[in-house]
């Protein structure tokens, strides 16, 4: 049932969401509403079958086609069963509804009975099939969409699909997009996702969390980027737009004279004056944005923290250890918050703690530090 009061799609509403309840999910374009909920279920086992409503031409497409059948002598119409429907009973399924509030007139009604009665022409679905939907803003008049009929939005639970800069850096992380993507965006949230609302225009390029993929898909394919700067501009633009592009290239060139992090965690002992100075230079949200890259990187190299090679390991730990004295109690506090998490679910933060104990008394004063400001 759908709520005056705003409410944000988390994962923790999926878990505890029964099978039975509709899920619609609003958001504007390029944010990922597709990708997460293909991955999260498929992740879980459940086979995931999209449906682009807005390409769907008729109800058949859902449906199925017409055939005769013979019941007790009797000549009847019934519907052939469509490829996509689960044919074991058991089976996991997540029925992913596209583009809900872009389909035909006579789809909606085809979904009616789908979402309410979980059943399509008289056959039911599998108990563990979940239906879940998708939405842009019908707010947001750029888009060409309908309003949902009443009736049709009371069958579902309806969540704003917001996800956060951290939630998505999680996700381009475990994609491995290309770090000078995953770097930008640290650094300039604005560029993630486009406008809103009266801001939002037709016939305009804007950057989205789908984009920058694209962009990253691209850039692995570039051997050297300081060569490539004008031809980039020419690509990028067409992807995320004129501003977004402009800041991209600065950035670019700002990172070549900036501090490289495999350079950093390998040699930050031998070039420590050289490294002080630069990190003296930055900003606090440089300095923040720096400590991702370097999770980033023993996430990439945990092989070498946890292996048997401990002299090469304790090496690049103790540079971190140097790295961390270089740094403000704030930058320093942040970084301890991402080790934090990464120690919940990774094995090499446990190997850091252990060639360096330092590093933990360090993190140990800096939370606590936090919590009694707090």
């Known amino acids: ?11 923790r509403i999926y878990d505890l969401t029964p099978t039975r309840q509709a899920i619609l999910l609003k958001g504007i374009h390029g944010i990922g509403k597709s990708e997460t909920v293909s991955s999260y279920w498929s992740e879980r086992g ?35 069963l469509p490829i996509w429907w689960p044919r074991n009973p058991d089976e996991k399924v997540v029925l992913f509804l596209d583009e809900l509030n872009r389909a035909k007139p006579e789809l909606m009604q085809v979904i009616m009975d789908l979402v309410l009665n979980r059943k399509l022409a008289g056959k039911s679905l599998p108990n563990e099939c979940r239906i879940i939907a998708a939405i842009n ?33 999680d996700y381009a992380t475990k994609k491995k997009l290309n770090k000078l993507v995953i770097g930008f965006c640290s650094r300039n949230t604005q560029h993630i996702d486009p406008p809103k609302g009266e801001a939002l225009k037709s016939n305009t390029i804007y950057p989205s969390r789908r984009s920058w993929e694209r962009v990253s898909e691209i850039l692995d394919n570039v051997s050297d980027v300081r060569n490539d700067y004008e031809e980039i501009a020419n690509i990028l633009m067409g992807i995320v737009g004129t501003s977004a592009t402009s800041k991209f290239l600065s950035y ?17 002992k031998e070039r420590r004056e050289e490294f002080e100075l630069k990190l003296s230079k930055m900003n606090i949200q440089d300095v923040i944005s720096l400590n991702r890259e370097i999770i980033f990187w023993f996430n990439d190299n945990a092989e070498i923290i946890t292996g048997k090679n401990t002299s090469v390991a304790s090496q ?9 004295n270089a740094i403000s109690v704030e930058a320093m506090a942040e970084f301890f918050q991402l080790l934090k998490a990464e120690n919940a679910t990774k094995a090499w933060p446990k190997s850091v703690f252990q060639l360096n104990r330092d590093i933990g008394m360090k993190m140990v004063d800096v939370i606590r530090g936090e919590k009694a400001k707090k």
């Not at 049932?1 to 994962?11: A, I, L």
């Not at 995931?48 to 000549?75: H, N, R, T, W, Y």
């Not at 947001?140 to 996800?163: H, K």
């Open 1 to 11: 049932m759908c709520v005056k009061k705003k409410n944000t799609m988390s994962n």
């Open 46 to 80: 459940y086979r995931v079958i999209p449906f682009f409503l807005g390409q769907m031409s008729d109800a058949g497409d859902v449906l199925g086609l017409p055939k005769i059948s013979v019941v007790d002598g009797v000549e009847v119409t019934e519907f052939k």
């Open 137 to 169: 803003p019908p707010e947001d008049s750029v888009y060409d969409v309908e309003d949902l009929n009443p009736a049709l939005l009371d069958r579902f639970n309806i969540y704003d699909f917001q996800p956060s800069f951290d939630e998505w850096i």
């Open 252 to 268: 670019m060139r700002e990172n070549d004279k900036g501090i490289h992090v495999g350079t950093l965690i390998t040699k930050f």
């Open 316 to 324: 690049y730990v103790n540079n971190l250890d140097m790295y961390l």
